[in-house]
């Protein structure tokens, strides 16, 4: 079997649904053979390295373990989804603050154990402000990790070709931006369906303010359906993120990301996006009056969640994030 790359690749939760689905997903896309198997609770995670075993991959080299400082030692990549799972009747947010806690463990043990890590993908919620606690203390460059955004982007598309009857990837240019949460900005002024402007399309304002929903409650939606948090889709992407990193195919969907430039400021959030063997990259979405008002909400959405994590000492102000992680860049709120 052919692999992408020979590195160690560290997932964490891999008891999880989320992390079992990883595991298997990034030796069917051929990512590499190394790849370790963390979870606090170990008979979860042996039975998921048991099963991958039974999955006999040639040229497998999957181990697992319990312990922090052997899963992340010598780690190139990670991916985790080492977090609390949203339940029925919860949103993201209600799961700020013991996910930061765990996030602030997850970045003190990346600065301990695996400094010279190439790339760090965290997906569990809510994403933007776990992923930001998770790089200030891991002391990385902001380029070097990412939080999983693209399901809210994906959600919008596939509601848009269930509308008009098309396969999904005629629906292109669907994008949200900013948090990945109920206050996410939903961008549909370039979307095209099957080469056709949307704007061309018939569709209503209220027909579109029922999509705009439904993107935004799709994790919910899930929920309900299956009476648990979404696992195949969030594993899926957070497994294709991590392989851009690992230097295959570009990653486009939108990701969240370190932004500090013009109005945006100090937060982590979804933003126009490529990651490849550099790191992720950023530009500024370009929209229509309409959904800049809706970006600069969101933004403000999510200022006050790090503020509550400020406030509750997970991290600190943001003047001293530079003392934190001296590859951050901050500026005076």
Known sequence: MKFLT???LTIVGA???IGSNMAQTAMMLGLT?????YDIYGPGVNGVAEEMYHCAFPGANISWTVDAETAFKDAKYIISSGGAPRKDGMTREDLLKGNCQIAAEFGDNIRKYCPDVKHVVVIFNPADVTALTALIHSGLKPNQLTSLAALDSTRLQTALAKEFGVQQDKVTGAYTYGGHGEAMAVFASKVKIDGKPLAEMGLSAEKFEEIKLATIQGGSAIIKLRGRSSFQSPAYQAVKMIEAA????KFYWPAGTYVNDGKYCNVM???PTVID???VHYSKPEGTPEELAALDASYEHLCKMRDEIVSLGIVPPTSEWKKANPNLCTKSI
């Open 6 to 8: 020979q590195e160690k």
């Open 269 to 271: 959030m979804a933003m």
């Open 33 to 37: 053979p190394n790849i370790c198997l």
């Open 246 to 249: 690992m230097g295959g195919d």
């Open 15 to 17: 008891g999880g649904m």
């Open 277 to 279: 063997a550099d790191g």
